[in-house]
């Protein structure tokens, strides 16, 4: 079976500095990996994935993600965050690559202070 | 907008009572899945659609709830005898057939008083 794990509940950056969301995955299958972003009350927007392609994987705002088999993991990071970013971030593998089929961890609560 | 588009955005509902939300994904997708987020959780798999067929169902889809898509189109879900437990957003999510992307609406919010 799949399973993501987001390591942190809550982030907080100051603006300007490295966003590191950490996500780790377990599968048995090549993995397809996603990361979602959701504003309060709003549905996901697909961030940025990885379908066996570069294991750098660059994505909308800024932000990107590296596929790294050995450690199975699949952090989510941008270079210098901004207010908009805060959120909720989501790390998700594909089950049976289906791309609507998805296993999410738990959330990653971004916080940005000025 | 093309995009997904759920309906009603917020639903109150006294326990007991039954609710439909209905779900329009982006017109040319043929796979269309059905999610529940509770507070502070990622998304929760619950059943999704090729066309009209309904393809799988997750364990956390008791038999309180049904979903439809009769012409491979819109769905529908419905949950029947609403318990306080059921509150939670529930998203709607489509996609093309071979596509690894799906397009997530903004989600009904059920809150069970």
């Known amino acids: 079976a799949q399973s993501v794990t987001q390591l942190g509940s809550h982030v907080s950056v100051s603006e300007g500095a490295l966003v590191l969301l950490r996500c780790n995955y377990s599968?048995?299958?090549?993995?397809?990996l996603f990361w979602y972003v959701q504003y309060p009350n709003q549905g996901l927007q697909l961030l940025l994935k990885?379908?066996?392609?570069?294991?750098l994987v660059k994505g909308i705002n800024g932000f990107e993600a590296e596929f790294k088999k050995s450690e199975t993991s699949f952090h989510l990071t941008k270079p210098s965050a901004h207010m908009s970013d805060a959120a909720e971030y989501f790390c998700?593998?594909?089950?049976?690559?289906?791309?609507?089929?998805?296993?999410f961890g738990q959330g990653t609560e971004l916080s940005v202070k000025p | 907008d093309t995009g997904v588009s759920q309906d009603p955005r917020h639903k109150i509902t006294k326990r007991g009572q039954n609710v439909t939300f209905r779900c329009d994904p982006i017109s040319e997708h043929n796979r269309l899945y059905w999610y529940r987020q509770t507070l502070g959780q990622g998304p929760e798999f619950l059943t999704y659609f090729q066309n009209e067929a309904q393809l799988e169902k997750s364990r956390l889809l008791s038999d309180r709830f049904s979903a439809e898509r009769p012409k491979g189109s819109f769905s529908t879900l419905e949950i029947q005898r609403t318990e306080q437990g059921d509150s939670a957003m529930y998203l709607c999510?489509?996609?093309?057939?071979?596509?690894?992307?799906?397009?997530f609406g903004q989600g009904t919010r059920l809150t069970v008083v």
């Open positions: 599968s048995s299958v090549p993995p397809y």
């Open positions: 998700a593998v594909s089950e049976n690559n289906q791309g609507g089929k998805l296993i």
């Open positions: 999510a489509s996609s093309s057939h071979g596509s690894t992307e799906a397009f």
């Open positions: 990885y379908t066996s392609a570069a294991t």
